[in-house]
């Protein structure tokens, strides 16, 4: 059997919305990986240290609150701080088209905005998951 | 064997020793990869497990398991937070079902245990139960060995008790701790086979509701009928969204293995557990090699002429057998 992906599911910031989240998590579930789900407010230091306890392939970053152009380029940095930049980093949630390139930049491999269906997402990180 | 694959032992042999040295020096990563390397049936990892084996035995191996949302993980925080209080260390297997259809798990118990990041007393990994038929994942075994000889002071095994996962726990766990709670159809939740065998502790959680007095009556009562020769199971109320009652609960924990490690029991339990393991491990590994000798083609073609009763399921088995046998 081939190993299933294992994605850890993250909210860092202070609103308290998940559905979307919650969403991805089982259509990933679905798709044959193994989603670790963090709950809310998390600090991107909590995100990267559990992303490197449970051993994952893949962390996604979800956030409403607006202040994804600082939360998600400190969970890249951290996660080059600790020699652990196999790990693919997507996100999602209510970010502004023009947010977008900043976060490609600072490493974020993907940023999928509302009502982009979940199978994009899936088959993003079906295909750049480092194996 | 083909020179091949000795070579790619020997190197995963290597590789094993490498890991181990990691792990014993505290390592975090090396430990959460060698328990994927466990999960993903990676050599490496038996191969790390072998080197350390002599180092385990030092933990104090607790299983939590009860039905969905009895407050299994809530509880396990707390006892975290209690066992840290008294300076001990303690590793987390918090195991929740792989769906059968897509391969894929949901694993949502960390949820209930975010406050310890940045506490390197504290490690917390999160489990699917992928193909294993009870309800414990396969690689648990040799995870709570690698969390053990890492040198933590606890592991702490969370399972759901649905079916045959409550007693799978039997397996790994020195201490039991059932998780009861009110409301759930009390009666039926009690007598559910094997439950109450298993359990060494049995912890009313949610005793902030209303109903969990008669839950505690109706487990004490089933416990008198039992046989109960060198430990009579306490009934601890807890609620873990408070803390209320996990001193006691660890308290209970503690007094069993206590009770455990006098008279041997302790050492001949886990040397049940070990048998057992090998054995079932043999099992496996056999059957493995005896549908080897066969294309996933031929096979499916002799699964086919099962359901057409082309042919009856014992004189299929001999005929899977003795092709092996006589390879
Ligand atoms: N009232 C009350 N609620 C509780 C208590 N302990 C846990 N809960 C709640 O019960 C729900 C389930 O708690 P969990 O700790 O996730 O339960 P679990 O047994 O680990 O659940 P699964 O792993 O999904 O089977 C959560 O909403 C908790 O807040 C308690 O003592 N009293
Ligand atoms: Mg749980």
């Known amino acids: 059997m081939e190993r299933p992906i294992r994605v850890l599911i993250a909210k860092p910031g202070l609103d308290g919305h998940d559905r979307g989240a919650k969403v991805l998590a089982r259509a990933m579930r679905d798709a044959g990986m193994e989603v670790i789900y ?29 202040a994804h152009n600082h939360l998600f380029p400190r969970v890249t940095e951290l996660l080059r701080e600790k ?13 502004p088209d023009e947010d977008i390139p900043g976060l490609k930049e600072a490493g974020i ?9 979940t199978s994009v997402a899936i088959d993003f990180v079906k295909e750049n998951v480092k194996k | 064997m083909t020179s091949r694959g000795l070579d790619s032992n020997l190197t995963s042999a290597a590789a094993g020793a ?54 299994k993980s809530s509880l396990a925080d707390k006892l975290i937070s209690e066992l840290r209080h008294g300076g001990k260390t303690v590793g987390v297997i918090a195991v929740d079902p792989t769906s059968p259809f897509s391969g894929g798990a949901i694993l949502g118990d960390r949820v209930r245990m975010q406050g310890w990041t940045g506490d390197s007393g504290v490690y917390i990994r999160s489990m699917g139960t992928r193909g294993s038929l009870g309800g414990l994942a396969r690689a648990a075994h040799g995870a709570i060995q690698l969390l053990d000889a890492a040198g933590f002071d606890y592991v702490l095994v969370e399972t759901v008790g649905v079916g045959q996962s409550e007693v ?34 049995f912890a009313v959680n949610k005793a902030d509701l209303p109903g969990s007095k008669r ?10 009928l039992g046989m109960h020769p060198y430990w009579r199971p ?6 873990a969204a408070t803390g209320q009652g996990v001193a006691d609960l660890v308290k209970a924990i503690q007094d069993h293995y206590a009770v455990l490690s006098t008279a041997d029991r302790l050492r001949q339990h886990r040397l049940e557990r070990e048998k057992e393991a090998v ?14 000798a066969w294309s996933a083609d031929r096979l499916s073609e002799l699964w086919a002429a099962l359901a057409a009763k082309e042919i009856d399921p014992y004189s299929l088995e001999d005929k899977l057998y003795h092709r092996w046998k006589g390879a």
């Open chain 2, 18 to 71: 490498g890991w181990a040295e990691r792990v014993v020096h505290g390592d975090r990563r090396a430990l959460a990869r060698v328990i994927s390397f466990l999960e993903n049936e990676d050599l490496q990892g038996v191969d790390t497990l072998k080197l350390l084996y002599p180092r385990t035995g030092r933990a104090h191996v607790i299983g939590l398991t009860g039905p969905p949302g009895a407050g």
């Open chain 2, 279 to 292: 054995l079932l491990r043999l099992g496996e590994r056999l059957r493995r090699e005896i549908l080897q």
């Open chain 1, 109 to 117: 491999s993907a940023v999928f905005t509302p009502g982009t269906p």
């Open chain 2, 168 to 201: 799978d726990i039997v397996r790994v766990a020195d201490t039991v701790v059932v998780v009861a709670v009110p409301g759930l159809g009390d009666d039926i939740q009690a007598s559910k086979a094997g439950i109450m065998e298993i359990g060494d502790i």
């Open chain 2, 215 to 224: 839950v505690i009556t109706e487990i004490e009562m089933m416990l008198d």
């Open chain 1, 83 to 95: 020699n652990a930049t196999d790990i693919l980093v997507i996100g999602g949630g209510i970010i």
């Open chain 1, 38 to 66: 963090t709950g809310l407010r998390q600090t991107p230091e909590q995100i990267v240290e559990a992303a490197l306890d449970e051993d994952v392939d893949v962390i996604g970053l979800s956030c409403l609150s607006g």
């Open chain 2, 234 to 239: 306490p009934v601890v109320p807890t609620v």
